[in-house]
C-alpha cells in the first residue's frame, strides 16, 4: 500500500510492464485510468520501458490516440498536455485490434507482448462491464497470457463483484478457473484513497487510540457516504443495484473491517485481509423478522440544491417511473466479538442529500456521572470524525467551558486537516494501479472477502426484492424519518455531515 505523492515514493518505479486495459474507448479509461496513468509517468512510478496497450474495436490506432488526448482536455485539464509531453505520451500507447469475444484478439495480443523482448510483465485492465469479466479472463488463458513463467500476469477487475452471493461464487469460480486467485486484483477504488487508507495509520500509529478503540468507550459508530449528485448517467446500472449493492456491500463494509478490525501480527496484504475477515466473520446475521427494524431505504423526491430545482429518482432518463429503488440506504450491524460486542455499526449512503460528505464518525459513551448536567448547560456527546472528503482530516468535538462567570458548556471542535493542499493527495487509481504493477494486493478484496459481504446481506436483498413502494425523501434535505428510529437508542442519535 503506497502514497505516490509522498517525499521519495517516486523512486519506486516499478519494473517494465505492458499495460493492457480491454475498454480502451470507454468511460472509465478517459475519465480515470488515462489521467491517473500520465500523473504516474509524471512522478516516475512507471517505467519508462512500459507500454499501454489499448484492445480496440472499429478505430484506427491514430484514432485511438486521439480519444485518449480528447479525453484527457475534457476530464483532466489539469494534466497539461503541451506538443512535447503529448508526443511521449502517446509514443506509449499502443493498439491491439478486435472483439472481446474473439480467440484472435488474444493471439494478437499475445503477438504484441512478445514484440517488447524481455519484458513479459502485464497488467490486464478489465475497464469492461462486469459480464464480460469471463470472456475476458478465458481469452487471455487460451491464448497463454496467464502463466506467469518469465513475468508477472495480473488481472485486474472493477465492482461490482456479482450482484448477490450466488453470482458472486460464480464469478469466482470462473475467473480462478482460467487464473489463480493470488493474480486477481479486485479493485474498489473508495480503498484508495489516501484519507481512507489513513484510517489504518490513525489506529495503529497512535498510542492514544488503542485504550479507547473499544465496548466500553465507544457508544456507536456510523460510516456514511453523503452525495449532493443524482444517479447522473448510471440509471441501467443503478435500477439493478440500488445504494446497497452500490455502495454498503462494498465500500462501506470494507472501511468497516479497516475500523474494526484487531492489529495484524505483520503489515502484509494477507495479514490484513486475514483480519478483515474475522470481523465479516463476527457480523451477526439478520434474521427475515429482523431486517426492517435494522435497515433503512428511501428514494429522492424533488427538490432543490444549490438554488436549482432537482427532479425526482422516478423522473431521471432510463428509470421506471414506478421504480422502487432505494437511492438511500442504512444498515444497522453488530460485530459478536470482545471488542465490539454491543456497539452499533450503522453504515448509511444517499444521493440527492444536503451535503456531500463522506465520513467515519465515532462517538463515544456519555460520562457515568455529569457535574454540569443543567438545564442551562447539557454537554454534548464527545465524537472523533474521520472526513474522508471533501477536505480530509480528523474533528474531535469535546467539551469546554463558556468564557465568563459561568459553568456553562459550550462545544470545541478540534480540527487536524490531513492534506493543506488537495494537490497533494494522490488520485485513487494513481495508489491502486502502482501496487497492481507491484503486487502489493493489501487494499484489494479477496474472493472470501467478497463471498462473506454478500452473504450478511442476502437476507435484506431478499426482503427487499419484491417492495412496491418505497419511503421518498425531498433532494438536498434530510428527511428521512426513519433514520431517526434506526439511531434512536444512540448517543446523539443520526449524525448528519454539515
Known sequence: MSTPHDQGFCNETADPANIVIFGATGDLTKRKLMPALVRMIDCGLVHPESRIIGVVRDMSVDEWRQL????LAEFAPEVSMDEVRWQAFSALLKMVPGDLDDETTYNRLAESLEQLGGRKNAMFYCAIPPRWYRVAAQGLNRAGLTAQDEGYRRLVIEKPFGMN???????NRELQSFIDESQIYRIDHYLGKESVQNLLVYRFANSIM??????????????????????????????????????????????MTLVAMEPPVEFTANAVRDEKMKVLRAVRRFEPQTVSEQTVAAQYAAGHIDGEDTPAYVMEDGVAPDSATETFAAVRFQIDN?????????????????????????????????????????????????RLQPEAGVVLRMNAKQPGLTTDIQRLVMRAPYANDDADVADAYEILMHDVLTGDSTLFSRSDEVEESWEIVEPILDNWKDRVSIERYRAGTWDISAMDALTRDCVGGWHRPS
Open 338 to 386: 470482545w471488542r465490539w460486542q454491543g456497539v452499533p455499526f450503522i453504515l448509511w449512503s444517499g444521493k440527492r442529500l444536503e451535503n456531500k460528505a463522506s465520513e467515519v464518525m465515532i462517538r463515544f459513551r456519555k460520562p457515568p456521572f455529569n457535574l454540569f448536567d443543567t438545564q442551562a448547560s447539557v454537554p454534548a456527546a464527545n465524537a472523533l470524525v474521520f
Open 210 to 255: 488503542e485504550p479507547l478503540w473499544n465496548r466500553n468507550y465507544i457508544d456507536h459508530i456510523q460510516i456514511s457516504v453523503a452525495e449532493t449528485l443524482g444517479i447522473e448517467y448510471r440509471a441501467p446500472y443503478y435500477e439493478n443495484a440500488g445504494a446497497l449493492r452500490d455502495m454498503i456491500q462494498s465500500h462501506l463494509m470494507q472501511l
Open 68 to 71: 485518449v488526448r480528447d479525453g
Open 165 to 171: 452471493l450466488d453470482s458472486a461464487r460464480e464469478l
